[in-house]
């Protein structure tokens, strides 16, 4: 393909990418709440008087892959479930090492070869350590022999749980 070509076609691509960002929901941060006004009419509609939390996603990984998600929850659920059964579960986020697993396993490596050519992820039996406390926790399944993978109904909620924990 001559340069001309290609030049034309990364022009046509960058139009398509600009002009499907201009149709998307509303950006976080220009002062529209519209989630938030959905989740209360929501609550409004059912009933719910104590309020409650909704998390959402739509998400396209380095690897091709595409998820959406929605979850919620009202207050009185939450407040009166057994907090100590979450335990485990962020206990396996806990550690640097499985959350950089978790995000090259996000990214597209799946193995656990591709895995161990990281550096400073430990040796081969502690990366095996680290994917069965991920496994264990339900944030990876494997998915055929030494390849792993975030569920597809965990992909969303562990973005949410890496959004909370920021400053």
Avoid: N
């Avoid at 950006?27 to 009419?41: I, M, P, T, V």
């Avoid at 998820?67 to 009166?80: F, H, I, K, V």
């Avoid at 962020?90 to 550096?119: S, W, Y």
């Avoid at 022999?145 to 597809?152: A, D, F, I, K």
């Amino acid at each position: 393909m001559e340069l001309e070509e290609r030049v034309a076609d990364l022009e046509r691509r960058l139009a398509a990418l600009e002009g499907a960002r201009h149709t998307a929901a509303p950006r976080l941060g220009e002062g529209d709440f519209w989630a938030l006004d959905g989740l209360k009419e929501r609550l409004a509609e059912t009933g719910v008087a104590d309020g409650g939390v909704l998390f959402t996603g739509a998400v396209r990984l380095p690897s091709g892959e595409q998820y959406a998600w929605q979850q919620g929850a009202s207050t009185e659920e939450l407040l009166d479930a057994e907090w100590t059964e979450a335990a485990e579960a962020f206990a396996a986020l806990g550690h640097p090492v499985r959350l950089r697993l978790l995000r090259e396993i996000l990214g597209g490596r799946r193995t656990a070869a591709e895995l161990a050519e990281l550096d400073e992820v430990g040796t081969t039996g502690q990366i095996y350590h680290h994917l069965r406390q991920l496994t264990g926790a339900g944030w990876l399944h494997t998915a055929g022999r030494g390849r792993y993978e975030v569920p597809p109904g965990r992909v969303v909620p562990l973005l949410v749980a890496l959004c909370t924990a920021r400053p």
